[in-house]
Protein backbone atom coordinates (compact mmCIF):
# COMPACT_ATOMS: atom_id res chain seq x y z
CA UNK A 1 0.00 0.00 0.00
CA UNK A 2 2.62 2.51 0.54
CA UNK A 3 4.35 3.95 -2.18
CA UNK A 4 7.94 4.95 -1.84
CA UNK A 5 8.92 6.29 -5.37
CA UNK A 6 9.59 9.89 -6.01
CA UNK A 7 6.34 9.77 -8.05
CA UNK A 8 3.08 8.74 -6.39
CA UNK A 9 1.51 6.12 -8.36
CA UNK A 10 -1.76 8.07 -8.73
CA UNK A 11 -0.68 10.72 -11.15
CA UNK A 12 1.58 7.98 -13.31
CA UNK A 13 -1.57 8.35 -15.92
CA UNK A 14 -1.63 12.31 -15.83
CA UNK A 15 1.97 12.79 -16.28
CA UNK A 16 1.93 10.08 -19.34
CA UNK A 17 -0.20 11.82 -20.84
CA UNK A 18 1.52 15.25 -20.23
CA UNK A 19 4.91 13.65 -21.44
CA UNK A 20 3.32 12.24 -24.12
CA UNK A 21 1.81 15.77 -25.20
CA UNK A 22 5.19 17.15 -24.41
CA UNK A 23 7.18 14.80 -27.09
CA UNK A 24 4.72 15.30 -29.71
CA UNK A 25 5.56 19.31 -29.26
CA UNK A 26 9.09 18.56 -29.96
CA UNK A 27 8.41 16.69 -33.00
CA UNK A 28 6.40 18.94 -34.61
CA UNK A 29 7.90 21.93 -33.24
CA UNK A 30 4.34 23.21 -31.82
CA UNK A 31 3.92 25.12 -28.21
CA UNK A 32 7.32 23.21 -26.71
CA UNK A 33 7.86 25.08 -23.59
CA UNK A 34 4.32 25.26 -23.13
CA UNK A 35 3.89 21.37 -23.37
CA UNK A 36 7.20 21.19 -21.36
CA UNK A 37 6.12 23.52 -18.40
CA UNK A 38 2.83 21.19 -18.39
CA UNK A 39 4.87 18.20 -18.05
CA UNK A 40 7.31 19.74 -15.18
CA UNK A 41 4.35 20.87 -13.19
CA UNK A 42 2.10 17.54 -13.51
CA UNK A 43 5.65 15.95 -11.73
CA UNK A 44 5.59 18.84 -9.62
CA UNK A 45 1.92 18.15 -8.58
CA UNK A 46 2.63 14.08 -8.37
CA UNK A 47 5.73 14.50 -6.02
CA UNK A 48 6.10 11.92 -3.29
CA UNK A 49 8.16 12.95 -0.55
CA UNK A 50 9.03 10.40 2.58
CA UNK A 51 7.68 11.62 5.35
CA UNK A 52 8.43 10.43 9.18
CA UNK A 53 6.55 10.99 12.09
CA UNK A 54 9.16 12.86 15.04
CA UNK A 55 7.16 12.06 18.13
CA UNK A 56 7.45 8.13 19.54
CA UNK A 57 4.41 9.32 21.78
CA UNK A 58 1.85 6.41 21.98
CA UNK A 59 -0.98 9.23 22.01
CA UNK A 60 0.68 11.48 19.33
CA UNK A 61 -1.69 12.59 16.80
CA UNK A 62 -0.13 14.01 13.27
CA UNK A 63 -1.13 16.26 10.43
CA UNK A 64 -2.99 13.98 7.29
CA UNK A 65 -1.23 16.71 4.67
CA UNK A 66 0.50 19.58 3.97
CA UNK A 67 -1.57 22.65 3.76
CA UNK A 68 -2.89 25.55 5.76
CA UNK A 69 -4.88 25.14 8.91
CA UNK A 70 -8.09 27.18 7.99
CA UNK A 71 -9.79 26.62 11.34
CA UNK A 72 -10.47 24.58 14.88
CA UNK A 73 -13.91 23.90 16.75
CA UNK A 74 -16.00 22.20 18.27
CA UNK A 75 -17.99 20.06 15.75
CA UNK A 76 -21.10 17.03 15.98
CA UNK A 77 -20.38 13.81 13.61
CA UNK A 78 -22.76 10.91 13.77
CA UNK A 79 -23.86 12.43 17.59
CA UNK A 80 -21.01 12.62 18.78
CA UNK A 81 -18.71 16.08 19.83
CA UNK A 82 -15.50 16.10 18.21
CA UNK A 83 -12.71 18.64 18.56
CA UNK A 84 -12.33 19.50 14.25
CA UNK A 85 -8.91 21.07 13.22
CA UNK A 86 -9.47 21.12 9.01
CA UNK A 87 -6.46 21.91 6.79
CA UNK A 88 -6.60 23.50 3.27
CA UNK A 89 -4.54 21.57 0.69
CA UNK A 90 -3.64 23.70 -2.38
CA UNK A 91 -2.56 22.72 -5.56
CA UNK A 92 1.23 23.83 -4.87
CA UNK A 93 0.96 21.57 -1.80
CA UNK A 94 1.96 18.20 -1.60
CA UNK A 95 -1.42 16.11 -2.06
CA UNK A 96 0.11 12.78 -0.60
CA UNK A 97 -2.40 11.73 2.23
CA UNK A 98 -1.29 10.37 5.55
CA UNK A 99 -2.64 8.44 8.46
CA UNK A 100 -2.25 10.38 11.77
CA UNK A 101 -1.87 7.74 13.85
CA UNK A 102 -1.83 3.62 14.51
CA UNK A 103 -5.48 3.30 13.47
CA UNK A 104 -7.57 0.92 13.01
CA UNK A 105 -9.85 1.59 10.26
CA UNK A 106 -13.59 0.54 11.26
CA UNK A 107 -15.84 2.00 7.91
CA UNK A 108 -14.65 4.26 5.24
CA UNK A 109 -17.33 6.01 3.90
CA UNK A 110 -17.54 7.70 -0.17
CA UNK A 111 -19.80 10.31 -1.36
CA UNK A 112 -19.89 11.13 -4.63
CA UNK A 113 -20.17 14.93 -5.39
CA UNK A 114 -18.84 18.34 -6.82
CA UNK A 115 -15.62 19.38 -6.89
CA UNK A 116 -16.49 22.05 -4.73
CA UNK A 117 -14.81 23.63 -1.59
CA UNK A 118 -16.22 26.30 -0.16
CA UNK A 119 -15.93 27.86 3.53
CA UNK A 120 -19.33 27.03 3.75
CA UNK A 121 -20.03 23.75 5.48
CA UNK A 122 -23.61 23.46 4.03
CA UNK A 123 -21.61 23.72 0.64
CA UNK A 124 -19.13 21.27 1.00
CA UNK A 125 -21.70 18.82 1.86
CA UNK A 126 -22.28 18.88 -2.05
CA UNK A 127 -18.58 18.27 -2.26
CA UNK A 128 -17.02 14.97 -3.32
CA UNK A 129 -15.54 13.32 0.23
CA UNK A 130 -14.48 10.20 1.67
CA UNK A 131 -14.35 9.76 5.38
CA UNK A 132 -12.29 6.86 7.53
CA UNK A 133 -13.99 6.31 10.54
CA UNK A 134 -11.22 5.09 13.05
CA UNK A 135 -10.60 3.68 16.43
CA UNK A 136 -7.71 4.94 18.51
CA UNK A 137 -6.97 4.02 21.99
CA UNK A 138 -10.52 3.38 22.22
CA UNK A 139 -11.68 6.52 20.75
CA UNK A 140 -13.07 7.95 17.50
CA UNK A 141 -11.09 9.75 15.38
CA UNK A 142 -12.82 10.58 11.81
CA UNK A 143 -10.46 11.62 9.07
CA UNK A 144 -13.22 13.50 6.29
CA UNK A 145 -11.41 14.16 3.27
CA UNK A 146 -13.08 16.73 0.45
CA UNK A 147 -12.45 17.73 -2.98
CA UNK A 148 -11.60 21.17 -4.57
CA UNK A 149 -12.09 23.15 -7.30
CA UNK A 150 -9.24 21.46 -9.42
CA UNK A 151 -9.53 18.11 -7.64
CA UNK A 152 -11.02 15.91 -10.56
CA UNK A 153 -10.89 12.23 -8.31
CA UNK A 154 -10.03 11.41 -4.37
CA UNK A 155 -7.63 8.32 -4.47
CA UNK A 156 -7.41 6.80 -1.17
CA UNK A 157 -6.67 2.87 -0.06
CA UNK A 158 -8.68 0.14 1.70
CA UNK A 159 -7.36 -1.01 4.87
CA UNK A 160 -7.94 -2.63 7.75
CA UNK A 161 -5.27 -1.12 9.89
CA UNK A 162 -2.46 1.79 9.28
CA UNK A 163 0.79 3.17 11.05
CA UNK A 164 1.32 6.18 11.73
CA UNK A 165 2.45 8.60 8.54
CA UNK A 166 1.60 5.48 6.42
CA UNK A 167 0.15 6.90 2.71
CA UNK A 168 -3.40 6.66 3.04
CA UNK A 169 -4.25 8.33 -0.43
CA UNK A 170 -3.79 11.59 -2.66
CA UNK A 171 -5.84 14.60 -3.53
CA UNK A 172 -4.53 17.09 -5.71
CA UNK A 173 -6.75 20.04 -3.94
CA UNK A 174 -9.41 20.27 -1.31
CA UNK A 175 -9.63 20.61 2.95
CA UNK A 176 -8.76 17.62 4.99
CA UNK A 177 -10.33 17.39 8.16
CA UNK A 178 -9.44 15.22 11.75
CA UNK A 179 -11.93 14.70 14.43
CA UNK A 180 -10.37 14.47 17.65
CA UNK A 181 -11.18 13.50 21.35
CA UNK A 182 -12.62 17.02 22.63
CA UNK A 183 -10.17 16.69 25.68
CA UNK A 184 -7.06 15.98 22.85
CA UNK A 185 -4.35 18.96 23.89
CA UNK A 186 -3.32 20.68 20.38
CA UNK A 187 0.20 22.07 19.12
CA UNK A 188 -1.34 23.93 16.72
CA UNK A 189 -2.95 26.96 15.51
CA UNK A 190 -5.63 28.25 12.62
CA UNK A 191 -3.50 29.78 10.29
CA UNK A 192 -0.15 27.93 10.92
CA UNK A 193 1.31 26.21 7.63
CA UNK A 194 1.92 22.02 8.32
CA UNK A 195 3.04 19.19 6.55
CA UNK A 196 1.92 15.91 7.04
CA UNK A 197 3.65 13.87 9.98
CA UNK A 198 4.20 17.11 11.70
CA UNK A 199 2.59 16.70 15.21
CA UNK A 200 -0.66 18.35 15.86
CA UNK A 201 -1.39 17.51 19.28
CA UNK A 202 -1.76 14.36 21.94
CA UNK A 203 -4.82 12.98 23.48
CA UNK A 204 -6.19 13.22 26.65
CA UNK A 205 -4.19 11.84 29.67
CA UNK A 206 -7.98 9.90 30.65
CA UNK A 207 -7.60 8.41 27.00
CA UNK A 208 -7.23 4.47 26.45
CA UNK A 209 -7.97 4.21 30.84
Known amino acids: MDNLRVINRYGYLSISIFGALFLLSLLFEIYEYFFGLLFLASIFIYRNPERMVEVSD ?16 RTIYAGDEYLEVSIRNHLCDCGVLRSVANLKIDEIKKKNGLNLFSSSDAKNLLSNRVAYICSFINKKIVIKICSGVISRKIHYENAKELKAGARIGFIVDGKVSVLLPVDTTLKISTGDKIKACDLIGFLGEDNGK
Open 58 to 73: DKAIFSPVDGKIISIK
